[in-house]
């Protein structure tokens, strides 16, 4: 079935107060948010520590648009009924966290969860060619996972490109982390993803008590991608 390639902004929590997720979740979706995107990492495969299950289940009832549950962490499969169970829509695995990610997506479509599979910077696209029928999203780094606020690594553009055509008709979102901004958000989308994840450059400036400039971030990258979108 075809789905909507509308250009899809999903605000990484990674950037909002941490005392105040239900607040900040529900002030950024009426700012515009189309996702929330929720970056779960374990000091292991990441070198940084964050989010687990509970979490997820304390603000999912906070959350009217898509709980987008990225999984920095490995092993990957003993948690998956964990964070299906505390609401997730979306759940991404790391091709790069274990030796069956094959079996891995299977199991997140097996809890009801729409899956997907990230890469990162240093794997090539072609490795996900075999796994692109399980997939409900694939999620393009363009930063090393671990931490918000790096620097978008530019050579991933290509890449993009090339998973683009590889997907060809499949219903398959091409999702895009890292260092997402007015400036380059028109090269991603160009390229062929519909779907941005960006922490500061939406959370930048704002607050519970002040979430204007939440949406004036997020018309800010959609006013960028003008004739894209």
């Known amino acids: 079935m075809p789905i909507d390639r509308t250009v899809k902004i999903a605000p990484s929590i990674l950037s909002a107060d941490f ?10 979706e009426a700012e ?3 996702w929330v995107h929720v970056d779960v990492m374990d000091g292991h495969f990441v070198p940084n520590l964050t989010f687990g299950p509970a979490l997820c289940k304390a603000i999912r009832p906070h959350i009217k648009t898509v709980m987008d549950v990225h999984l920095m962490i490995a092993p990957v499969d003993p948690y998956i009924d964990a964070f299906a169970d505390a609401g997730a829509d979306i759940l991404t695995a790391h091709l790069e966290a274990g030796a069956h990610t094959h079996r891995t997506l299977q199991a997140i479509r097996g809890a009801g969860v729409k899956a997907g599979l990230a890469l990162n ?31 978008f ?3 991933q553009v290509e890449q993009i ?15 895009v982390d890292g260092g997402v901004d007015p400036n380059t958000a028109p090269m991603v989308v ?5 779907v ?21 971030n997020i018309r800010a990258i ?3 991608l003008a004739g894209r979108a």
């Open 19 to 28: 005392a105040n997720f239900g607040a900040e979740i529900e002030a950024v």
């Open 32 to 34: 515009g948010a189309d």
């Open 121 to 151: 910077p240093g794997t090539p696209v072609e490795a996900a060619a075999p796994l692109l029928d399980l997939c409900d999203l694939v999620c393009v780094m363009t930063v090393n996972p671990g931490f918000g606020g790096q620097k």
């Open 153 to 155: 690594i530019r050579t």
């Open 161 to 175: 490109r090339k998973l683009r055509k590889m997907i060809g008709d499949r219903p398959v979102h091409i999702e």
């Open 190 to 194: 160009e390229a062929g993803a519909d």
């Open 196 to 216: 941005l994840v960006a922490g500061s450059a939406v959370f930048r400036g704002g607050s519970v008590s002040n979430p204007a400039p939440y949406g004036e």
């Open 222 to 224: 959609r006013d960028s």
